[in-house]
């Protein structure tokens, strides 16, 4: 599967709510991804997957 990396000039809106969210728990901020996949599961709600390095 494909992946794009999320920054400041590629989908900056994201990129501003990891910020955020990094600031709030005291960490850096992550390397973000967006990955589209199909499955079965048309209509179930949005999956944020969240994994250690």
Do not use: T, W
């Given at each position: 599967?494909?992946?794009?990396?999320?920054?400041?000039?590629?989908?900056?809106?994201?990129?501003?709510?990891?910020?955020?969210?990094?600031h709030?728990?005291?960490?850096?901020?992550?390397?973000?991804?967006?990955?589209?996949?199909?499955?079965?599961?048309?209509?179930m709600?949005?999956?944020?997957?969240?994994?250690?390095?």
């Amino acid at each position: 599967m494909e992946s794009i990396e999320v920054g400041p000039q590629q989908y900056p809106h994201i990129y501003a709510l990891g910020e955020d969210c990094a600031h709030r728990l005291g960490i850096g901020v992550p390397q973000i991804f967006i990955q589209h996949f199909l499955n079965a599961g048309v209509g179930m709600q949005k999956l944020l997957a969240i994994a250690p390095d």
